[in-house]
Nanobody, 123 residues
Framework: QVQLQESGPGLVKPSQTLSLTCTVS??????????FIWIRQPPGKGLEWMGA???????YYSPSLKSRTSISRDTFKNQFTLQLSSVTPEDTAVYYCARGQTKVLVSKKFGSWGQGTQVTVSS
């Protein structure tokens, strides 16, 4: 059974770049027909899809975040990463990585999810 685990700093200063890594076990990130996805949930708000990287390596981004977001992968380590630049306190959220069969995932009812990691943007 696939498992996903987010890792990265819990505190980032405004204007810096947030970097998170998702380590996948129990399945390869190059397995056909899967997407590896980043989602976040700000306090008191719903889940927000940020973007995804397909098993082929193609990337997809939310239009509202596209200018600040980059998703990449390391196939040898079986990891994929999120970089979000120029962060502000509004980027404070729990960040999740997930695997799904569609590129957009905004419900924990579908796909496989990591436990999530809290990231706070504050000076």
């Amino acid at each position: 059974q696939v498992q996903l685990q987010e890792s990265g700093p819990g505190l980032v200063k405004p204007s810096q770049t947030l970097s998170l890594t998702c380590t996948v076990s129990g399945g390869s990130i190059t397995t056909n027909n899967y997407y590896f996805i980043w989602i976040r949930q700000p306090p008191g708000k719903g889940l927000e899809w940020m973007g995804a990287i397909a098993s082929s390596g193609s990337t997809y981004y939310s239009p509202s975040l596209k200018s600040r977001t980059s998703i990449s992968r390391d196939t040898f380590k079986n990891q994929f990463t999120l970089q979000l630049s120029s962060v502000t306190p509004e980027d404070t959220a729990v960040y999740y990585c997930a695997r799904g069969q569609t590129k957009v995932l905004v419900s924990k009812k579908f796909g496989s999810w990591g436990q999530g990691t809290q990231v706070t943007v504050s000076s």
